[in-house]
């Protein structure tokens, strides 16, 4: 038995949750929150219908609900609305959609760049890209960019906006046109300095080469010499990562004759100083991604070196073999024992040199590359290794690099 006056408990509906609404709009009177119980069995638009009312709101089909964020509430994610959740109540995705697309068409350039801002917000959320690409925004969006009196702030704007709703994988990057495609690289052979437009061209050209049939157009029409200008001048950090991000991309997709020219290309002096310039203690997460990727690239080429083991019959390799020991112990060149006596009594093979290089078969050093790995990688790791050695050091001092 319950004591007297005492009352049963009230059973908590789980389907319904507290929160508060705002009201977004373009007027300058300020409404006032509302605080409602969303049930989550409710319609969205029967809950949109209700918060219209006091707020005097005739067209509610024209309003949708929206996160603290950029997303849009739907029928798919409103599960996260939860209790003390804060929404927005603002035009639907349609509603501003045709809103952004009727200002584009007719609207002067500085009513045309506000909402191309407005548009970079609203293009990450899933939900008015796929309106915005539905009602063809994407198309203007694109004869925005080709408009050959585009001025930088639209253009700007536009080629972030156009990024953004690609992003979301609804569409094919195979669609674009080759008149597109140069006019991005026209902005990065020269024809832009502003940041943001290089940035947006170097996302764009980087997609078409991993995701499009066109790529060998970026191919032929982008230069090493180009990627590496940018890196240099460091208009922005976001420059040169995806400066990078597309020298990767190519990388990838080049054929292995290619890789190899672009491996030594890139580990010249000129090339290398200029990317190890990039390397600093504040860059990103995703600068260091791309530079990871970058050598593991690289790298990659030795991977056949290492699975072959060194042929007894070739020449160029054993010659490789003595002239690490003449980089060694041969001074400028000079050799320590040029007497044909002096060299018969320590041996023609140099062994004690060998042996002091860290060779296991000082008698035949070749047998130490028969092993796979690292097979004939060790040879060429050792060349490059005794070479900068003996730049650094007297050649007396080397001892034992290799090993």
Not at 108 to 123: A, G
Not at 243 to 250: F, T
Not at 360 to 384: H, R, S, V, W
């Amino acid at each position: 038995m319950l004591p007297k006056h005492s009352k049963m408990p009230a059973i908590k509906d789980s389907h319904i949750v507290k929160i508060a609404v705002q009201f977004v709009n373009d007027a300058t009177t300020q409404m006032l929150p509302q605080l409602i119980e969303f049930d989550q069995r409710q319609p969205l638009g029967a809950i949109i219908q209700n918060l219209c009312i006091p707020w005097g709101i005739p067209d509610a089909e024209n309003y949708a609900l929206q996160f603290d964020g950029i997303n849009y509430v739907t029928e798919k994610n409103r599960h996260e609305v939860k209790n003390g959740t804060v929404l927005k109540l603002r035009y639907s995705p349609s509603k501003t959609t045709n809103d952004i697309l009727e200002k584009l068409r007719r609207g002067t350039n500085e009513e045309k760049v506000i909402v191309l801002k407005e548009l970079q917000v609203l293009s990450a959320d899933n939900t008015f890209a796929l309106e915005f690409i539905k009602e063809q925004g994407l198309s203007l969006l694109i004869d925005l960019i080709e408009e050959s009196k585009c001025e930088d702030s639209i253009l700007e704007c536009a080629l972030c906006s156009f990024v953004q709703l690609m992003e979301h994988g609804t569409i094919s990057w195979d669609i674009l046109e080759q008149s597109f495609i140069m006019h991005n690289v026209t902005f990065i052979n020269g024809s832009s300095k502003k940041a943001e437009i290089l940035q947006s061209s170097l996302s764009i050209l980087e997609n078409i080469v991993q995701s499009s049939n066109k790529y060998a157009l970026v191919e032929k029409e982008i230069t090493l010499e180009t990627l590496l200008k940018l890196l240099r001048d460091a208009l922005s950090t976001q420059v040169q990562q995806n400066a990078i991000a597309l020298l990767n991309a190519l990388f990838i997709k080049a054929d292995d004759a290619k890789r190899r020219t672009l491996a030594t290309t890139l580990g010249s002096k000129q090339y290398r100083s200029v990317i190890n310039s990039v390397i600093t203690p504040k860059m990103g997460a995703e600068m260091a991604h791309q530079l990871y990727v970058l050598q593991t690239l690289t790298l990659g080429l030795l991977e056949q070196r290492m699975k072959t083991p060194m042929d007894v019959q070739d020449q160029d390799a054993q010659e490789k073999i003595k002239e690490l020991r003449r980089i060694a112990f041969e001074a400028d060149g000079i050799d320590p024992m040029p007497d044909v006596t002096a060299r018969r009594q320590h041996g023609s093979s140099y062994s004690s040199h060998y042996k002091k290089l860290g060779f296991k078969c000082d008698i035949n050093p070749a047998q130490d590359f028969f092993e796979t790995p690292p097979g004939t990688l060790a040879i060429y790791l050792c060349m490059l290794t005794e070479k900068c050695a003996a730049v650094l050091f007297p050649a007396s001092n080397i001892i034992s690099i290799s090993s």
